[in-house]
């Protein structure tokens, strides 16, 4: 079956600790997105990459690091520097161009930070 | 940059119509899109208007009015499942796909 994955589920990070977020698909993509999104919020762009070893910083950038090494990753590292990491993070994927204006969304990552 | 605006929270009884609005204000436009979230899930796609008018797909229709920077999502013969949040998102053609959202819509269903 096609689709994105995203792991862990949960995952509780002490303060002062970096922590990477897995985000993989299968769908031939070529475009990849973060998002967070915090409780009752929509979301907001982290980091997105139309393409391997390319990738642009989103609305909210800061704290965060990503790498796109393969066409079918894109991890997410939430770094020390990210002064309010709890939140849902979601991972997306699309075609690139024409008429690919549907993004497909990973199951989430939910992150507490104790 | 981009901002939407939409209702935080509409409640309707099943079998109801409910009209969410969006309006927004964009450097670019390539068209609008509306994604459902149902709590602790993944937003999943509903529609897209690139053009002018209405989209039906279903019990769902979608409309846009670029003149106006409005659209609306209309969900018609609500069920319970219907009970989700609603996301209107502008496409910024200039940098592919790459989409803003809107802070979305709780839709309430009530029996």
């Known amino acids: 079956d096609g689709g994105i994955t995203q792991s862990p589920k949960y995952l509780f990070r002490k303060e002062g600790q970096n922590v990477t977020l897995s985000c993989e698909q299968n769908l031939n993509h070529d475009a990849m997105y973060w998002y967070r999104q915090d409780p009752g919020q929509g979301l907001r762009l982290i980091y997105y990459s139309q393409i391997v070893n390319d990738f642009q910083k989103g609305d909210i950038a800061e704290g965060y690091s990503v790498s796109r090494e393969k066409k079918e990753s894109f991890p997410l590292t939430v770094t020390s520097a990210q002064k309010n990491p709890t939140a849902f993070y979601l991972c997306a994927s699309s075609p690139t161009g024409g008429a690919g204006n549907e993004q497909f969304f990973g199951p989430g990552t939910r992150l507490t930070v104790l | 940059g981009q901002s939407l605006e939409q209702p935080s929270e509409v409640t309707a009884v099943e079998g109801a119509i409910v009209q969410i609005n969006c309006t927004y204000q964009t450097s670019g436009f390539y068209g609008l899109s509306w994604y459902q979230q149902h709590d602790g899930g993944a937003p999943t796609f509903l529609s897209y208007?690139?053009?002018?008018g209405l989209e039906e797909t279903g019990r769902f229709s979608s409309f846009l009015s670029r003149s106006d920077s409005y659209g609306y999502l209309l969900l018609q013969e609500l069920q319970m499942k219907d009970s989700a949040s609603y996301f209107c998102?502008?496409?910024?053609?200039?940098?592919?796909?790459?989409?803003?959202f809107g802070g979305g819509t709780r839709v309430l269903v009530k029996p």
């Open positions: 208007n690139a053009l002018d």
């Open positions: 998102a502008v496409r910024d053609g200039a940098a592919g796909n790459k989409l803003t």
